[in-house]
Nanobody, 119 residues
């Protein structure tokens, strides 16, 4: 079983910054792609940022230049640094990771953490 534990989130004023962290634990041989998605009320879940290789991170156009995703491979952890936040960034943020378990790759999600940006 693989568990994704998210931390961070909360309330911040527009223009402010916030950091989210996601740590993977459990029985796996390797963590592959790892990152964050978000879902605002009444909207579909969407990509925020996802590290796919050591040199490649995919960002949503709406967060490029404002959010930075980094990874600590040794700790199976990703950190999302969010700056210049605006009310449109308000959503539940979900960590996602692909893990190799007994030779097969599975997709895992965290429980979600609320980010609220006040105007």
């Amino acid at each position: 079983q693989v568990r994704l534990v998210e931390s961070g989130g909360g309330l911040v004023q527009a223009g402010g910054s916030m950091n989210l962290t996601c740590a993977a634990s459990g029985s796996f041989s390797r963590i592959g792609d790892m990152g964050w998605y978000r879902q605002a009320p009444g909207k579909e879940r969407e990509l925020v940022a996802l590290i796919v290789t050591a040199d490649t991170t995919n960002y949503s156009d709406s967060v490029k230049g404002r959010f930075t995703l980094s990874r600590d491979i040794a700790k199976n952890t990703v950190h999302l640094q969010m700056s210049s936040l605006n009310p449109e960034d308000t959503a539940v943020y979900y960590c996602k990771a692909y893990a190799n378990v007994l030779g097969s790759v599975y997709e895992y999600w965290g429980q979600g953490t609320q980010v609220t940006v006040s105007s």
